[in-house]
């Protein structure tokens, strides 16, 4: 009898521990699963949620504003009760809400209800975009018929409002908008990285409860090892606790490997922001670079403008004694001598020296030796010949080559370079040609200066004084560049517009040309493959593409 006793005794007691190891695993699970639900740190209580609407400064800490942001929809629903009861409310207070709880809470302090589907999509969406900062969207609401009903205040707008007005500036809404967008990316990563701190914390936390149940349960198991010789109800009975313990740990070790997976996906997605945010900044500070350069270009430009100015008048000065007639007279040579020198002024500060075009042109050399006219010792006529660069790379190639231009000075300087210039009309001069006059006829930064009707008109002049199987090589500007078509093409004020390769390819081919090719690179001068192209892959493609292209193609059997 004693002995039956003593083993009852014993069953009970072990039945107790039983049952409370397995309410603490589940009162252990419910815990886990309150602070997945919440983000919060399991070894702390979740604090209570209030709002402060006192217009003096709160001294709420960010851990605090951080589980108002996880709080959500209650977080709004106690603010929209305290807002009612003092009027207003401050929305730097709000900055660590997310943009659903935000606008929840917008909707419940100013309107005092809960957003409809459709206009809390679209508040979501434009903010997002850009278009609405979180102040803007507060005073959406607040201007609103139901709002101006409410009388709803808002404090600490000035803001916002400035914010408002900058973007009805010209140009100025874009730049807006991303400094937005770049702000909003900035402060999802500072909570992506507060977040994922507070999850580390809470798996530390995990494996140490885990750890605890292991050497609670391993202590089990040495338990009904001792008594493995009782009763076949008591094996029964401990076999299918020790069963049902070992199914909650495997559940929350799944758990576990589960968010320690989703851990590190929310890792890598933050790093991937991260690089994209570094990214855009970089591109931002390169465009800034290349805008502040442009900017003190022109500020020499109209330095070597004024200098050009004086050094002209004071060689027209007349001596005393000369007649009205003779002064008026030298004024209109003046002006036309200024427009010369400040363009010329113009060439040696913005295409470069002498030494840096013959370097960027001799890659065309190969072009022209390939064409029969050439190498029958026919005459390449260069249009726009500006400074005799490219004459003088023909001349030292045993290449005949003539330029022309209308700009006085410059034909004077290749002249004095020994190269072969007259001063006029290019146009005028083809139009006047010989049919089958020139082996070649080559343009160097000309064909946007000339509208579109004149630029037909001279196409089909080349045609026209090309000898057959002669050619044209037309480089330009390449606005598939961004920063040669948004900027660096206006800084010559003759330039019409800028012509995209495919438009003058497409003219040249109406033209009647053959063979049309359009050369960014060094292998496009390859005529034996296919021309690369252009196919960006991304906005950096944009940045990276050749700033100047050229159109090369053939007048055929005959010119006409």
């Known amino acids: 009898m004693r002995g ?40 702390e209580p979740l604090p209570k949620v209030e ?245 003190r270009s022109v500020r020499g430009l109209m330095q070597d403008y004024e200098r050009a100015l004086s050094g002209v008048q004071d060689a027209a000065r007349l001596p005393g004694g000369r007649g009205d007639a003779d002064a008026a007279h030298s004024s209109s040579i003046t002006a036309t001598q200024v427009d010369d020198v400040l363009y010329l002024a113009f060439e040696d500060r913005f295409r470069g020296s002498r030494r840096e075009i013959v370097d960027r042109q001799r890659r065309y050399l190969p072009l022209l030796r390939s064409l029969d006219p050439v190498r029958d010792a026919g005459i390449v006529l260069d249009v726009g010949c500006g400074r005799g660069e490219w004459l003088t790379l023909l001349g030292d190639a045993g290449i005949r080559a003539r330029g022309i231009d209308m700009n006085a000075v410059m034909v004077e300087e290749t002249k004095a370079a020994g190269g072969d210039a007259i001063c006029g009309d290019a146009l005028a001069y083809l139009r006047e040609a010989q049919p089958g006059s020139y082996a070649a006829i080559t343009a160097f930064h000309v064909v946007e200066h000339l509208d579109f009707a004149l630029l037909v008109e001279f196409l089909a002049s080349c045609k026209r004084a090309l000898a057959p199987g002669g050619a044209i090589l037309f480089e330009t500007p390449n606005p598939e560049n961004l920063v040669v078509g948004a900027c660096t093409f206006h800084l010559d004020p003759t330039h019409l517009k800028p012509l995209p390769p495919a438009l003058l390819a497409f003219l040249v081919e109406a033209g009647g040309f053959e063979r049309t090719r359009v050369i960014r690179t060094v292998d496009d001068l390859d005529l034996s493959v296919p021309e690369g192209g252009f196919h960006p892959s991304d906005v950096g493609d944009w940045f990276r593409v050749p700033p100047d292209y050229a159109v090369f193609a053939v007048a055929g059997s005959s010119g006409s």
Not at 94 to 100: A, G, N, R, S, Y
Request: glycine content about 6%.
């Open 4 to 43: 039956a006793d003593r083993s009852g005794l014993e069953l009970g007691k072990s039945m107790a521990t039983i049952d409370h190891i397995i309410s603490r695993i589940d009162e252990a699970v419910r815990a886990s699963g309150e602070v997945a639900r919440t983000g919060a740190d399991p070894k």
């Open 51 to 295: 709002v402060e609407v006192d217009a003096a400064p709160t001294g709420r800490s960010a851990p605090q504003m951080l589980h108002f942001a996880r709080a959500g929809g209650e977080m709004a629903r106690l603010a929209s009760e305290a807002s009612a009861r003092a009027g207003h409310f401050r929305i730097r207070e709000l900055e660590l809400l997310d943009d659903e709880a935000f606008v929840a809470f917008a909707y419940r302090t100013v309107l005092g209800r809960d957003p409809d589907p459709a206009g809390c999509n679209e508040l979501i969406s434009r903010m997002r975009e850009g278009r609405l900062s979180r102040s803007e969207v507060l005073r959406t609401l607040a201007r609103s018929e139901e709002g101006v009903e409410a009388g709803r205040g808002i404090d600490g707008g000035v803001r916002g409002r400035l914010v408002s007005l900058i973007r009805h500036l010209p140009f100025a809404d874009r730049l807006v908008r991303r400094v937005v967008r770049y702000r909003r990316l900035f402060r999802h990563v500072k909570q992506l990285e507060t977040r994922l701190v507070d999850d580390a914390a809470h798996r530390r936390q995990v494996d140490t409860d885990l750890g605890r149940l292991a050497t609670e349960l391993f202590a089990l198991r040495e338990l009904v090892d001792r008594d493995a010789t009782s009763s076949i109800s008591r094996d029964a009975y401990l076999a299918a606790a020790t069963n049902r313990t070992f199914g909650v740990v495997e559940r929350r070790i799944a758990n576990v490997e589960w968010q320690h997976r989703d851990l590190e996906r929310r890792d890598d997605a933050a790093r991937a922001e991260r690089q994209s945010f570094q990214q855009h900044l970089e591109t931002i500070q390169a465009i800034r670079a290349v805008v502040e350069a442009q900017a």
